[in-house]
């Protein structure tokens, strides 16, 4: 069956970067992109943007333009998410989601990043 | 950025009633628009995409309708296991963006 297993939680400072990894299995990991998606406490999710996994052609959400590196290693069916100058409102969970077409169907379970001095 | 705003906030029901939850989006997102429901500590998961179409062996109890601005999901025969925060999300235009949610409480 598909699964997206995520890294575990993270602590970190202010300014510091996390690097969150999505490892994939039960399909062919080049047949569908990955979004990633964040969820601060208590509020509704945010779209961050999504990478495709066939050639590494990535779309960013703007508000995360020049803070947000999405990747892959094909050889290890894995996605990662690098976020960059983190703030505290950065504290989120993160999750990333198999594109379904038109929509993910197929979640990890996320990943705490908490950021805070 | 396209605002989607869901009402009411919260909504306290019975156990086999039926419940219309709504959305709204900001301009015209024609049918791009899907329906998810989170529990605490969970992922959230896909119910509808296309407005009305039901993701993969999700009950009939769940319909979603609407086009244009104007969207409901509707439960009937409503269980325990639906107390959930349900959220709509438009994927019209970039970037794609969520409601602050509808947190369905079956007393």
């Known amino acids: 069956q598909v699964q997206l297993v995520q890294s575990g939680p993270e602590v970190k400072k202010p300014g510091a970067s996390v690097k969150v990894s999505c490892k994939a299995s039960?399909?062919?990991?080049?047949?569908?992109?990955i979004n990633w998606v964040r969820q601060a406490p208590g509020q509704g999710p945010e779209w961050m943007g999504w990478?495709?996994?066939?050639?590494?052609?990535?779309n960013y959400a703007q508000k995360f333009q020049g803070r947000v590196t999405m990747t892959t290693d094909t050889s290890a069916n894995t996605a990662y998410m690098e976020l960059l100058s983190l703030k505290s409102d950065d504290t989120a969970v993160y999750y990333c989601?198999?594109?379904?077409?038109?929509?993910?169907?197929?979640w990890g379970q996320g990943t705490l990043v908490t950021v805070s001095s | 950025e396209i605002v989607m705003t869901q009402s009411p906030a919260t909504l306290s029901v019975s156990p086999g009633e039926r419940v219309t939850l709504s959305c709204r989006a900001s301009?015209?997102?024609?049918?791009?628009l899907g329906w998810y429901q989170q529990t605490p500590g969970q992922a959230p998961r896909l119910l509808i995409h296309?407005?009305?179409t039901r993701a993969t062996g999700l009950p009939d109890r769940f319909s979603g309708s609407g086009f244009g601005t104007e969207f409901t999901l509707t439960i009937s025969s409503l269980q325990s296991a639906d107390s959930a925060v349900y959220y709509c999300?438009?994927?019209?235009?970039?970037?794609?963006?969520f409601g602050q949610g509808t947190k369905l409480e079956i007393q």
């Open positions: 989601a198999r594109d379904d077409h038109p929509l993910p169907a197929h």
């Open positions: 039960g399909y062919t990991f080049t047949n569908y992109n």
């Open positions: 990478i495709f996994t066939y050639n590494g052609q990535t």
């Open positions: 301009q015209s997102i024609g049918s791009n």
């Open positions: 296309d407005a009305s």
């Open positions: 999300q438009q994927y019209n235009h970039w970037p794609y963006t």
